[in-house]
């Protein structure tokens, strides 16, 4: 008698045998490619994460530096303010509290003549705020013609030329000390 043996899968062909072949030395072949593909993905959403990282920094850094920046001009303002109140005032403190606020100033215009009097850097102050001399007069209780006399004289002091207006000259210096 004959007993039916028969598999639950068929034996392999030789076709399906290349197939098996031909797919391992694939995968073997393309599973490197496939793992450093891979790899570069993962670095470069790393590398974006870092990218965003820094730049969450950067914002939290500008961030910073406006608000330091907004609380400076508030000081500066104020102190500009408490500056027009002293000068007004013909406040005695002026000099002083106008030193601490623009300190290169007077070093600046000391470094041109330093045989400058305290009375005409505080003069040359005064002028830095653009008022007129009628106004610096009245300020100061003295004449006008004794201002335009000491205008003369420190332009000549700090050898401001004749065609240059000394008030824009006297702010210049300060600007370029701020």
Same mark, same amino acid.
């Given at each position: 008698?004959?007993? !039916?043996?028969?598999? $639950?899968?068929?034996?392999?062909?030789?076709? %399906?045998?290349?197939?098996?072949?031909?797919?391992?030395? +694939? =995968?073997?072949?393309?599973?490197?490619?496939?793992? =450093?593909?891979?790899? *570069?993905?993962?670095?470069? !959403?790393?590398i974006?994460? %870092?990218?965003?990282?820094?730049?969450?920094?950067?914002?939290?850094?500008?961030?910073?530096?406006?608000?330091?920046?907004v =609380?400076?001009? #508030?000081? $500066?303002?104020?102190s @500009?303010?408490?500056?027009?109140?002293?000068?007004?005032? !013909? /406040?005695?403190?002026?000099l002083?509290?106008?030193? %601490?606020?623009?300190?290169?100033?007077?070093?600046?215009?000391?470094?041109?003549?330093? /045989?400058?009097? *305290?009375?005409?850097?505080? @003069? +040359?102050?005064?002028?830095?705020?653009?008022?007129?001399?009628?106004?610096i007069?009245?300020?100061?209780?003295? #004449?006008?013609? *004794?201002?335009?006399?000491?205008? *003369?004289?420190i332009?000549?002091? $700090?050898?401001?030329?004749? %065609?240059? /207006?000394?008030?824009?000259?006297?702010?210049?210096? $300060?600007?370029? !000390?701020?």
């Amino acid at each position: 008698m004959k007993i !039916n043996t028969f598999y $639950l899968s068929s034996p392999p062909k030789k076709n %399906d045998q290349k197939l098996y072949i031909m797919a391992s030395i +694939c =995968l073997i072949v393309f599973s490197p490619s496939i793992y =450093l593909y891979l790899k *570069t993905i993962r670095n470069r !959403n790393r590398i974006i994460v %870092d990218k965003e990282s820094h730049l969450e920094t950067k914002r939290f850094i500008i961030e910073e530096k406006d608000s330091e920046t907004v =609380l400076l001009r #508030t000081r $500066l303002n104020e102190s @500009f303010e408490e500056l027009l109140r002293l000068a007004k005032t !013909n /406040n005695s403190e002026f000099l002083a509290r106008f030193q %601490d606020v623009y300190p290169a100033f007077t070093e600046r215009l000391l470094k041109i003549n330093p /045989n400058l009097a *305290t009375s005409e850097l505080r @003069f +040359c102050a005064l002028l830095t705020f653009n008022f007129t001399a009628k106004e610096i007069a009245q300020f100061t209780y003295i #004449t006008h013609r *004794t201002v335009e006399n000491k205008k *003369t004289r420190i332009r000549k002091r $700090l050898h401001i030329p004749p %065609d240059e /207006n000394i008030n824009i000259w006297l702010r210049e210096q $300060l600007k370029n !000390n701020i």
